[in-house]
Each structure stands twice: as structure tokens, then as C-alpha cells.
């Protein structure tokens, strides 16, 4: 028999599959606080062939995200337990090959279906409660505007990891550049036998479509990264804040390309 | 000593009270579902002494809302997790010394502030898993604007109660007319020897300031109450469905007055 | 029309009420920290007419909790999502008349009948997440026996609060001494126009059956509470630790009485 | 660098890693409902190279579980959080080279490391919301004991999928026989270019270590399943109950093998 879905559970009808096969359409906003760190200590997240950044290796770039997100048919929209999540997640830039990639180092999400795909995509996705101040047309929310002030929190196991208060100051021409190249991600599962993996792959991905809104550049009113016997976020820790920006955008994601199948 | 704080857990500081005192700001979105159902079920929910409105005295709203809300002083606002709850609620018209008020018969909410603010002001709150479609700019959610396509679903231990979907049609004059008046709620403690209430208080209650978007009305294209051992919401049946309406609102509430201090 | 239900929401066939009328049956596991800080933090909790205890006037019980509870019928025990939830409490003793009473001065509970029985209780609660390792048959859980050792954890609005570690050194004669007398709570309902309670109530209640397997005491590996903006637990310092208890226990609530039906 | 840590996500130190490496320590209570369905809708659910269990092959076991689990170190045991999780899941039978293997068909879980695990394992894991009546000492709690009555429900996305209620009838030599036998679970990967599977693989896991106080049989008072448009659980009607059990177990999970490294 054929089972059929495209990722687990499979079945013929493929009903019970928590993620419908790529395009993957997702609207949300980005909370984005860039920094630098010690270049060593990204350095040693870098699984090989991966290299540090040719240019500013030690960037960081913290971003939290709000979305709502849906396969082809759009369904989950209408039932919107199934398309919104948040996640935050620590960026940092690589070198393969002489070029320069994204690279996820850390993610925390809140549904399932994020998690899951994120095993398909290489990012290392873990647990999280996610919340960031959300925009809208009246007071006492703020309005993504020169003034709009947001704040975003992030804790794993019942512990606070990250917080940001940021205040937006004016349009950007770009949001924050940590973020902004395909990202190269290694694809694992380990050995059965506990013997390696096996499989262990470097894959590219990156938006098939993309629209944005006006991208805002703020100021960091507050920052804070705290310990957690669980996490190593805290250990990147700010030598200096670049910047911070706020953007709505959405986003159609449509699978990558292997870039080393073996990795060996 | 005299301790502080304007509710549990009362303290000198006041730092650890659940709530602030008012005014508390709300901004939100509402999605309301009007319907008629059979007016004697409204009048068993109509403890005394409350009467049936004089017209149309089976209309029911039932209402989501996704909320940002805080004190005066704005704090929860950029603490997120402090200010963002979502709730769901069935609203019916009642009489009162000859004037009609709005009464809120069953609300579900999904934060403890939010519970505590409803034992102030007479809201029978209980707890719900609330989900509402958001509106965004870029695809594939919908916007405020004609076309716009909404789903809302509630759900109380693990049980799927109500869910709607909508499509806005056109700008509407108002946000329908259930939940149009000032409330008209008791305020019930039981007593502690288990004989009668302690307290049993009918108040009035309105908002002290409101802002408003434009009011969207909308199609109603699935609309549903499920059973469960725990709720009544489903006995409401729909016999007719009245409208549909979206729109996003600033309101400020700060209070309210004792229409009949003791019921006897 | 005369609407039944012990408490919110009334209704005819009470059905809907999220509370059942007590008695409420009780089963769980309790573990109990007792600790020494200063006095003068305790006098500012009481508000009058309760001074502090005669003896030992410092003493605080932190004690977390995990409960299976249900109402006369029991159904609630056969959809358990219904019966069980946790919480962790602070307990100080307290005066009135002459009288030595305990007295719940924090609580965090994890379910919206938790809650809702607090506001008929007098028991100041808020929403938490409580965490306590569970006694079972077979390792690496602990048993209910010498060198038996169990963590438990407070959380609230994604913040760490507190967290304890003991390990069970051998029988007891009994369970602390500061949760040990009847409870003396403050019943308030804030006036509607914001001036002054509407309704101030000191009320008297304890169990109304009682079944108890061994107490056992522990020694305490790590105790630790934190610092939040939303909470004054950590200011209740522990000078120095008195003892650690955990016990299994069964219980039956039946109301109280009022102790001053109206304060001034 | 080399990156360490057993899985996602990989890091010099490993402290961040959601997963330590296996062995993993299980203690915890299965509730199991036994019943046959249709086998044609479980040959549909029997990827390559796998075929129906030559005897009693529509055979279905729903098991209820609720956990406490940790690495070597054992120090999830005392956070809490990190150790309890609940599962619900379905087991059928089924035949490989000629020998009969367990095989979990759906599984639902409630924590972020049980659902790696699952990647790892190859349970077709998704969240839901798991709810089981515990065994306690004292009323209203049951005993495992005859007599004892348990209830367990499972959701999905704010939907009841399943929900059982039995009474303990008396000992019993097994645990039902679905789950008896090694598992043989696929582990996949779509390749990430979306033509096909980047990673196919037929594994064998079983128990390394396994302790088990007496089992008792049950007599099945309710069991109902529930149609969702994100599951296809309902679809396997009950035609006619085998049995149900209770155990409370101890398990040591230290990985597998490989039974066919790479499915054409």
C-alpha cells in the first residue's frame, strides 16, 4: 500500500499529516534586535564545512515573530489554532563554499506543526512561550509608526530567556542584515544505534515570494538575555546593540536545494 | 496595617495585586455573530430582577475578541504575556425599571486578570481556549475590508463550543444592537455557610471612553454551538441568524454604579 | 425566574456553573517548605482586624500541591481534564480574638474552578505554572520513602518565582505547624465606583474531613525564590529554613463561617 | 568546530540540546483499550515493506500514558517540567520478514523533547492535549486496585479526539498484546527539494530494561472516538472491544537498529 502525506503521520489520504506538502504562505511581523558578540562563540556553532562570516563575524541577530501561516488550500486560516504561531530565534552569517549564509542557531516556537517543520527545514526547534506586543489602531496599543513602542518576551520551561523593549524611530531601508541571506541549515538524525548519524546533511533555503511593508528602525530601550540550565542564548552575550527594526511581511515558502547530500 | 492593592492578593506595595485599579484601556477586535433563539431561554437566564427586553427579546450576540489591555500605567502593554488575552462571549438584551441593558450570560476568557476583572464586574467568567483569524496586511490573512474572510472558534476543557466563519460585505452603521447598551450584571457572592449569597448586587456598567474603526457587516458562511457536559451555550439554538460584524475598538473602562445595592 | 448554580455562571439547570455547591472532595500530594523571615513583613500582610501570631510570629509555609478534586457527583474525576490541577501557596498564622489562625497571604493555581473557589474562599489567586515531581512505583521516580527526592516549581507570567529540592529523611508526627490551624481569609469585593469594597468579609474555614497517610520530613537540597515585577513573594526573605515536609493527603470541604460579616 | 550534543540543537556543550543521549528513563501509568477494526484500514496505514500481522491483523490499542522521563543524569527529575509529558497513541501489528512487530500508527504528545524523541524514534508525533485519571491513596482518587475507575481523554487543536473510562476487574497475566512486540517504525525525511524522501529507513526499537507492577484488567464502562478534520483516528470504528489494562511501569530506552537502511 502507498501511504501518502507529506510528512508524519502519512496516510492515504494524507488528512492526519500535521504539515501539507510545500508552498507553505505565511503573514506576520518581525521584531528584529541585531548585535555583536564574541566572533569565537559563533564560531563553535558552526558544524563543518561551515565557516565564520568573512565581515563582521560576531553578528547576532535575535528576532521574534508573530504569524499566521497555512498550506495551499488555506484552511488552517478559517480554524486559526492551526495557522497562528510565534517563535524567537538567534541568526548568525556563515561562509560555504565563499559564500555567505543565515544560519538559525536557536529557535523556540509554540504549535506543532512550527516544530515539525522545522526537522524539514534544519532549524533547531525547541519549545517556547512567545509574546510581542502587537500593533493596532488604538490606544493603549501602538501603531507601527515613529513612536510605536513594542515589547517581546521569550521563555523556555517555565524560565524567562530573552526581553526586548524597542521604540520605532523612522523608516529603514533595510531590516537588519544578520537575517538577510539564504539560509544554510544541517538537516541530522542520528543513528538509531546511537552510532553518529544517520543522516547529515547542509541544505539552502530561502522565500520563494516575499512582500514587505515599510521596514522602521528603532531604538533598544531594553535588552536582556538571562541563564537557564537549558539554554545557551545567554552565553551570546551583547559586547554591542546594532540595531533594531520592525517590519510586516509575508512570505511564501516553497522547499531548498541540497547543498552537501553526505556530509561526511 | 492597612493593605493596598485594589483586589486578591492585597499587599502594601500593591506590586503583587492581579489587577490595577481602573481605568483600565483595552484595544481589540470584535467579531459578532447575531442570531435569534427562543426568548423563554432567555428569560430563565434572567435571574430577578431582570425581565425580558420588550423587543426582539431573543436576540443573542456571541461575541470574540482579541484584546491588548492594561492599567493606568501601561506597563503590561510592553510585558506582553500581562496584556494580550482573548475571550468569547454570549451577550443578550434584558429590562430593568423600564430601561434596556446588555447582559453578558456566558464568557470564556484565557488569562486570570481577565477572570478577576470579570468577579468585579459581574461577568461569569470561566476559562476557554479563544482563537480569532487576525487581520493583516499581506496574504494570505485577510484584511479589515470588503472580501475579508474571518474564522473564530471556541473551545472549554479540550471541547470544540462554537465556531464561526465570516466574510465582510460592506461598511455597517453599527456593530449590531445586543451588546449595544450598558450591562446590566450581578455581582454574587455566595455565602460561606453555604446559605444564599453574601452578597448579590445588580450593577450598571459602560465603557468610559471608546474609540472605533469603521464596522464592517459580513456573511455568515458556518456558524456552530456543540454540545458538552460542562457548558448550556448550545441550548441557545439558533432559529435565525440576524448579521455578522467586524471591528477593531479602543475602549476605557473605569466603573461602574449599584443599581440595586442588596437584592433581596 | 429563579436561576440556580452554586456560583457564576447561574443558570436554571446549573449545568454550566463552574462550580459545583460544596462539599468539594480532595485528593493529592502536598510539599511543604517552612521558613523563617521577618515579622514585620508578615504584620504588613494582615490587614485588620488579624495581628500576627503570638509565637514564632516570623513563620511562613510555602507549600506546592497536587490535587484530583471534584464535587458531590464525582464526574469530574472521570474526565480528569475537570479534577486536577496544581498549585503552590504561602502560608503565614495570624490572630483574631484571641485565636491563632493560618492564612493564605500568595497562591498560584493552575484551573478556573481553582480560581473561582478562591473568591468564595478568600483565597487570593492567580494563575501559575506549578511543577512537582510525582511519587511512583518504579525508577527514576521517587517513592514516598526515605531518600525519596522531589523537586517542585512556581512560575508565573513566564517568570521563574520559585523552585525547591528535598529529599525524604524518615517519619513525622506532622505536616509543619503553619498550615495547621483553621483558615482565617479576608472575603473583598471591590465597590463598583471604585470607592472602597463593596463587600469585606472575614471568614473562618477548614476541613471537614480528613485522611492522611504517613507525613514524612526531608532535608532541604535547594530552596530559592525570584525576584518578578508582578509578584512580592521574594520579598519574604527566609532567614532560616525550619523544615521540609511532604505528605498524601485526603479532603473534604464543606464551607466555613463568618468570622466579621461586615469590617469597618 | 566540532558541534556536540545528541540533537537539535547542537552545541559545543551540549547544554542546550532538547534531547541528552539515550539511554532515556521512563516511569509512568498506561491505560490500554484493545479492539478490532476493519484490517483494511490498517493495511492502508502499513507503508513498505510492511504487510498486515498474519494473525488477528485488525487489531487496534489505544494507550493512554503519563510520564516521567529523563537522560543519565537524571536532574529532569527534580525540574519537573522537564520530565512529565502525556501521550496518548495508537498501536497496530504488523509483519516483516516474517516476524511480528508493534507499530505506532498515531500518537499524540504534550511536551516539545517527547516529540524529538519521536523524530528520532520515528513516532509519527503531534501535540495534543493528553488528560488520565491518577491512581492516589485517599478518595475520590481511584486505587490500581479492583474496582479502581479511570478516565482519559485525548484533544487536538481545541477537539475531543478520544475519551475512555474503565474499572479495574482483576489481575491480568499481560498488558493486552498489540503493543507486545518490538516496534517497526519508519523514519523519514522529505528531501527538501520536495521530490521525495531524502531519508528512508525501516527501524526496530524495543525496551532495554523493563519493570512492571501487576497488570489489571478492565471493563470498558466508555470509549468513544471522535471525528476531527486534522485526524483520522475515528476512522478505525471499533467493531468489537478486546479488552483494557492498567499498569504503572519503569522503562529504559536505549535505541534501536536498523532494519532496512534505505527503503526503494
New interface residues.
Given amino acids: ?3 501518502q502525506g ?8 494524507g ?2 499529516a ?1 504539515l501539507p ?2 508552498p507553505w ?5 518581525l521584531l528584529t534586535i541585531e548585535y555583536r558578540t564574541d566572533p569565537k562563540l559563533i ?6 564545512p561551515l565557516t565564520l562570516a568573512a565581515e563582521d563575524p560576531g553578528a547576532v541577530a535575535l528576532i521574534w515573530a508573530d504569524w ?3 498550506g495551499g488550500t ?2 488552517e ?8 504561531y510565534k517563535e524567537a530565534f538567534a541568526v548568525v552569517r556563515c561562509t560555504f563554499e565563499g559564500r555567505t549564509y543565515s544560519r538559525c ?3 523556540w516556537v509554540d ?2 506543526f512550527a ?2 517543520r ?4 534544519g ?5 517556547g ?1 512567545v ?4 500593533p ?7 501603531q507601527v509608526a515613529v513612536g510605536g ?5 521569550l ?1 523556555a ?4 530567556l530573552a ?1 526586548a ?1 524597542i521604540t520605532l524611530t523612522g523608516p529603514a531601508e533595510r531590516n537588519g542584515f544578520v537575517n538577510g541571506h539564504p539560509m544554510a541549515h ?9 552510532k553518529g548519524d ?2 547529515a ?1 547542509l ?1 539552502e ?1 530561502t522565500g520563494a515570494k516575499f ?1 514587505g ?1 515599510q521596514t522602521y528602525a528603532a531604538s533598544v530601550d ?1 535588552f536582556a538575555l538571562f541563564e537557564s ?5 545567554a552565553a551570546l552575550k551583547p559586547r554591542e546593540i546594532i540595531g533594531a527594526y520592525y517590519r ?3 512570505v511564501v515558502w ?5 547543498l552537501v ?1 553526505e556530509i561526511k
Same sequence: chains 1, 2, 3, 4.
Avoid at 131 to 134: A, D, E, L, P, V
Avoid at 149 to 153: H, K, Q, S
Avoid at 157 to 160: A, L, P, V
Avoid at 186 to 194: E, K, M, S, V, Y
Wanted: with cysteine; aromatic share 10%; proline share 11%.
Fill in positions: 500500500m502507498t501511504s507529506f510528512f508524519y503521520p502519512r496516510s492515504v489520504t488528512q492526519a500535521l506538502p510545500p504562505h505565511y503573514a506576520g511581523d564560531a563553535d556553532l558552526l558544524p563543518k499566521q501561516s497555512c488555506k484552511a486560516m478559517l480554524d486559526p489554532i492551526r495557522a497562528q542557531i536557536y529557535i504549535k506543532d516544530m515539525l522545522g526537522i524539514h527545514q532549524y533547531p526547534k525547541k519549545f512561550s509574546h510581542m506586543t502587537r493596532h489602531p488604538f490606544a493603549p496599543a501602538p513602542r513594542f515589547g517581546a518576551t521563555a520551561n517555565d524560565r524567562r526581553e523593549v544541517h538537516r541530522w538524525l542520528p543513528a538509531i544505534d546511537g544517520a543522516h546533511e541544505i533555503s512582500e511593508a531594553h540550565p537549558t539554554e545557551e542564548l510586516q511581511i509575508g516553497n522547499g531548498g536545494k541540497s547530500p
